[in-house]
């Protein structure tokens, strides 16, 4: 009888040991194909740096950037990320890009929001101007990316 329960017990022992270095394994495995994810998608977003942005913690009714020139026509990327400073405000913002000599072009965000959209830029030197239509303090982060 004791020598049955010493038999039962290093069988019980081993699939225990064994189905624990098959679980290990797995974990391993995984995280490592997470690194390997994880490793892509930042190298992904470093290799694409914003040409120019514009940061707000806090943006009440209007702002203007410094300008930014534009050496020949360009295909640009506006990425704009907003949300409210205080609930339950929802942001109703506009990004327009101006150029001073008159042509003006622009993308509304509304909501707490990213948003991404295209635009041609002909040479010339531009600005950024962000607008808060709504009826509270919001945050805005516009990025400009070549296209």
Not at 5 to 25: I, M, Y
Not at 54 to 72: C, E, K, Q, W, Y
Not at 94 to 122: A, C, D, R, W
């Amino acid at each position: 009888m004791m020598k049955g329960l010493k038999t039962l017990g290093v069988v019980v022992s081993a699939l225990t040991f064994g189905s624990q270095v098959v679980f290990a394994s797995e974990i391993t495995q995984n995280q490592t194909s997470f690194n390997q994810g994880q490793s892509k998608l930042q190298a992904e977003v470093q290799s694409e740096s914003p040409f120019f942005w514009f940061h707000f913690s806090r943006l009440d009714r209007i702002a203007s950037s410094g300008t930014f020139t534009i050496n020949a026509k360009t295909s640009v990327k506006v990425v704009a990320f907003t949300g409210s400073v205080s609930y339950p405000v929802v942001p109703d913002s506009k990004v327009y890009i101006v150029n001073p000599n008159g042509k003006t072009l622009s993308m509304s965000v509304i909501g707490n929001q990213y948003k991404e959209e295209y635009f041609e830029l002909e040479p010339g030197t531009y600005y950024l101007e962000c607008v808060n239509y709504g009826s509270g303090p919001i945050y805005m982060n516009v990025n400009l990316y070549e296209n």
